[in-house]
């Protein structure tokens, strides 16, 4: 099997950027391609435009895959949630409590989506 690519790069993902992350999807709402999304490994990072297919509890995940996606998606598959220790801080936007740094995941998605406005506008040389 083939590695697969890190996710798409953000100034403002929290996931390991060398690594690629599973983003859930839920009935009817598929992510969509471009928007920072929270990951299985709850960090945040780009949804990427070709989707990771998964099926079974067999699922085989290609190389280059982040560990703790892939272990909360087992985690899944038998009913139960992993623990995430990482320290509360609050939010330097909207002081709402966070585990992403920084920012929430609300101000984090604004802030992404106002930087690829920004790259979108002065292609990419910002």
């Known amino acids: 099997m083939d590695p697969i690519a890190p996710n798409p790069h953000s100034p403002h993902a929290t996931a390991d950027p060398n690594t690629r ?3 859930p999807s839920f009935i009817f709402a598929a992510p969509v391609p471009g928007v920072l999304a929270l990951t299985g490994c709850n960090r945040l990072a780009v949804v990427p435009s070709e989707p990771l297919q ?3 509890e067999e699922a085989a995940f290609p190389p280059g895959m982040c560990d703790d996606c892939i272990a909360a998606w087992h985690a899944v598959q038998r009913g ?3 623990a995430d220790d990482r320290p509360l801080t609050d939010c330097t936007s909207c002081e709402s409590p966070t585990r992403h740094g920084k920012l929430c995941a609300l101000c984090a998605q604004d802030a992404h ?3 690829r406005g920004v790259q979108g506008a002065t292609g990419g040389a910002s």
Do not use: F, K, P, V
């Open 21 to 23: 992350h599973m983003i």
């Open 54 to 56: 998964t099926a079974g």
């Open 80 to 82: 139960e949630e992993l």
């Open 113 to 115: 989506d106002e930087w």
